[in-house]
Each structure stands twice: as structure tokens, then as C-alpha cells.
């Protein structure tokens, strides 16, 4: 959930820190993202609920998904294994990875109206062709999208 819903990267999620939750200002830190980049993505409401509540159960230390032993943040690849689950528990067929859920956090957002350059800024990337190969743009929104060239107001007349 947490990768889907801020479009981290599955290294990001596993090493995220109590302390990068900031409930005030809605943000999450990423620290050292790809290329050593610290950077701020949104916090949703519903998210910060049920982290919450995961926070009340688990009470981790210092990681937010620590390992079993307590000792570290869990591994990137754990990760992988509990998309893996949860898609053959929910009986999922599509292949889906924890790095599709990025994908489609991606295009979700590109899909409701957000600028590219925010989706850049979100996911980390440094250059836009990056993101634009992320957010993939659905044939429903295709073909919702006006032509300019209905804009133009002309009539028809028949000739004679």
C-alpha cells in the first residue's frame, strides 16, 4: 500500500524511517532515493491511517518495516514476496511487482490531471523522458480528451 500509494521505489519503502513520516505537513522523506537524492512525496490521509493503526500493532523501532530480528530495515526483496502474496491471495492473475505499483502510480496521477513535472518530482527522476516512460496514458483517457480543432467553431455548408 505505502508504495503504491506515494510511488516509492521498493528500496525506498523498505529503509523508510518512523521519524520520515510527518504527520503535521502530510509529507514522507525519502532519504537517499536513487542517485543518493533525499526528496518529500505526499502523505494521503487514507494512508497515514492505516499506518497508524499498523504503528498501534507492530510498534517498530527506529524502521518503519524492520526485519524479523529487529536488527535493520527489512530487505527490498521481502517486499517483492509479499506483492507476490497478496496477488495470489486476491487471485490476481496480471503479473504484478512492487515496481509496477509504481507505474501505476504513476499514470493513476497523470490519468486524474497531474502535471508531468510533479509526477517527475514525486517519483525522483532527474530527467522528464524517465517519467514520461512511467506514467503510461490510458485509451479512455485518449479518447476523452478534446481536439483543439473543436474549438474552432466552423459550420458547414453544403455546396450549391
Known amino acids: 500500500m505505502t508504495t503504491y500509494a506515494v510511488g ?14 510527518d504527520s503535521s505537513r502530510m509529507i514522507i522523506r525519502i532519504e537517499q532515493g536513487k542517485g543518493g537524492k533525499d526528496r518529500y512525496v505526499m502523505l494521503s490521509p487514507q494512508l497515514l491511517e492505516i499506518l497508524r493503526v499498523y504503528w498501534r500493532l ?34 490476481v492473475e496480471k503479473r504484478v511487482t512492487v515496481h509496477t505499483l509504481r507505474h501505476s502510480f504513476a499514470t ?41 480543432f473543436d474549438q474552432l467553431h466552423m459550420e458547414i455548408t453544403p455546396p450549391g
Request: proline share 6%; hydrophobic share 40%.
Open 58 to 91: 507492530t510498534k517498530p523501532g527506529r524502521w518503519l518495516f524492520p526485519r524479523r530480528d529487529g536488527r535493520g530495515p527489512i530487505h527490498p526483496q521481502t517486499l517483492g514476496i509479499a506483492c507476490r502474496a497478496a496477488c495470489e491471495f486476491l487471485g
Open 8 to 21: 516509492l521505489r521498493a528500496a525506498e519503502a523498505a529503509r523508510l524511517q518512523v521519524t520520515d513520516i
Open 108 to 148: 493513476h496521477l497523470l490519468e486524474a490531471g497531474t502535471d508531468i513535472r510533479i509526477i517527475q518530482v514525486l517519483l525522483g527522476h532527474r530527467s522528464l523522458a524517465t517519467t514520461t516512460l512511467y506514467a503510461q496514458v490510458s485509451t479512455a483517457v485518449i479518447g476523452r480528451t478534446a481536439s483543439p
